[in-house]
């Protein structure tokens, strides 16, 4: 299906930024004394942009839910004290109609929201005809295609200052990350919709402050236009998701530490790239004709096993071979996932051709 989205530049929001540009904030409001202490903290970073959290969807009840539209005012005051816009997540109309009586600068929707179309559409509506910056993150569970449609219900009431949020994707099997990067996905939002501007969340990849600077220079290093990390003026005691939070000095380490790659070439190294990338198109041509060969003469197994009634598919010979391509692909310093996933696909292409037998 093709994707067709308006967004504008992130240089269009208005927002003064340096090389990409820095969303940070304590993950919830919880006292006016703490948003402004924090923010006071940030303001002396390269921070660009104010979060904190006011409505909280938690998983259970019980758990701190947010200090609600108090927050507002609060973290109005504290960004406005120091000359920075603020952000804060929206999930309902009546969220959306307080943040902007209150003049939020920026609105997200969380990966909660955004897994919902019920939920989104409403909040679509009620931004019809206003000018202001909307962020969505992902949806918690691994789907392009609803991270696309929510952004596309919002670009159709007329938003056009949209850009993703990569928090990272729920994991069935226990990592090292609270959330799975699985940075093939806003790789391919990317591809799809190549000028929407793509931010990172490695608080919520992370889970951990340790991990935090590892996925943010990550993020840089694939050409994310910024990150968004949540800082706590003494995390310890966050009411919600301390482990992931960064005192605001910590923080200032972190993004001294980055490194952000560069995205236009010199003269000298684009001559050399071209040089590598010449290799490359002969090798893949070589490839697409090795390819073509051995599904040629897939097609001739399949006749033959036809002819002869013979099963198609041979476990033990297919077992065999993905063993021994493995093994070779090993000995060259290849991934033995990268080696499967290339021979699962071209196995599957095999069988194909075996069922259909040679063309005419």
């Given at each position: 299906?093709?994707?067709k989205?308006k967004?504008?530049?992130?240089?269009?929001w208005?927002?003064?930024?340096g090389?990409?540009l820095v969303?940070a904030?304590?993950?919830?409001a919880?006292?006016?004394?703490?948003?402004?202490a924090t923010?006071?903290?940030?303001?002396k970073?390269?921070?660009n942009?104010?979060r904190a959290?006011?409505?909280?969807?938690?998983?259970?009840p019980?758990?701190?839910?947010?200090?609600g539209?108090?927050?507002?005012?609060?973290?109005?005051e504290?960004?406005a004290a120091h000359g920075?816009?603020?952000?804060?997540?929206?999930?309902t109309?009546?969220?959306v109609?307080?943040?902007?009586?209150a003049?939020?600068?920026?609105?997200?929707?969380g990966?909660r929201?955004?897994v919902n179309?019920?939920s989104?559409?409403?909040?679509?509506d009620?931004?019809?005809g206003?000018?202001?910056?909307?962020?969505?993150?992902?949806?918690?569970n691994?789907?392009?295609?609803?991270?696309?449609?929510a952004?596309?219900?919002l670009?159709?009431s007329?938003?056009?200052?949209?850009?993703?949020?990569?928090?990272?994707?729920t994991?069935?099997?226990?990592?090292?990350?609270?959330?799975?990067?699985?940075?093939?996905?806003?790789?391919?939002?990317?591809?799809?919709?190549?000028?929407?501007p793509?931010?990172?969340?490695?608080?919520?990849?992370?889970?951990?402050?340790?991990l935090i600077?590892?996925?943010a220079?990550?993020?840089?290093?694939?050409?994310?236009?910024?990150?968004?990390?949540?800082s706590h003026i003494?995390p310890?005691?966050?009411?919600?998701?301390?482990?992931?939070?960064?005192?605001p000095?910590?923080?200032?380490k972190l993004?001294?530490?980055?490194?952000?790659m560069?995205?236009?070439p010199?003269?000298?190294?684009?001559?050399?790239?071209?040089?590598l990338?010449r290799?490359?198109?002969?090798?893949?041509?070589?490839?697409?004709?090795?390819?073509?060969?051995?599904m040629d003469i897939?097609?001739?197994?399949?006749?033959f096993?036809?002819?002869?009634?013979?099963?198609?598919f041979?476990p033990?010979?297919w077992?065999?071979?993905?063993?021994?391509?493995?093994?070779h692909?090993?000995e060259?310093g290849?991934?033995e996932?990268?080696?499967?996933?290339?021979?699962?696909?071209i196995?599957?292409?095999?069988i194909?051709h075996?069922?259909?037998?040679?063309?005419?």
């Amino acid at each position: 299906m093709t994707v067709k989205i308006k967004a504008e530049q992130l240089r269009d929001w208005g927002i003064a930024y340096g090389d990409y540009l820095v969303i940070a904030g304590p993950c919830s409001a919880e006292s006016e004394e703490q948003v402004h202490a924090t923010v006071a903290g940030l303001a002396k970073l390269p921070v660009n942009v104010v979060r904190a959290g006011l409505w909280k969807p938690r998983t259970r009840p019980g758990c701190f839910e947010g200090v609600g539209e108090p927050g507002l005012r609060w973290l109005k005051e504290a960004g406005a004290a120091h000359g920075l816009p603020v952000t804060t997540e929206v999930a309902t109309p009546e969220h959306v109609e307080a943040a902007l009586k209150a003049g939020i600068d920026v609105l997200w929707i969380g990966a909660r929201t955004t897994v919902n179309p019920f939920s989104v559409q409403p909040i679509a509506d009620a931004l019809k005809g206003v000018d202001v910056p909307v962020m969505v993150k992902n949806p918690i569970n691994p789907d392009l295609e609803l991270w696309l449609g929510a952004l596309e219900r919002l670009n159709n009431s007329g938003v056009t200052k949209l850009a993703a949020i990569h928090r990272g994707f729920t994991a069935y099997k226990k990592s090292r990350f609270r959330n799975k990067p699985n940075w093939k996905i806003p790789i391919e939002l990317r591809h799809r919709v190549p000028n929407l501007p793509i931010i990172c969340d490695p608080s919520h990849i992370s889970g951990n402050r340790k991990l935090i600077a590892e996925v943010a220079q990550t993020a840089l290093d694939l050409t994310f236009d910024g990150l968004m990390i949540e800082s706590h003026i003494d995390p310890d005691v966050a009411l919600s998701d301390a482990k992931q939070q960064l005192k605001p000095a910590d923080l200032g380490k972190l993004l001294a530490s980055l490194n952000p790659m560069r995205a236009t070439p010199s003269d000298d190294e684009l001559a050399y790239i071209q040089g590598l990338r010449r290799i490359i198109d002969q090798l893949d041509g070589t490839l697409i004709s090795l390819l073509k060969q051995r599904m040629d003469i897939a097609s001739e197994i399949g006749r033959f096993k036809k002819k002869t009634r013979l099963t198609v598919f041979q476990p033990k010979r297919w077992k065999e071979t993905l063993q021994t391509r493995i093994r070779h692909g090993r000995e060259l310093g290849l991934d033995e996932n990268f080696l499967t996933r290339i021979y699962e696909y071209i196995h599957e292409e095999s069988i194909r051709h075996q069922e259909e037998g040679p063309k005419d």
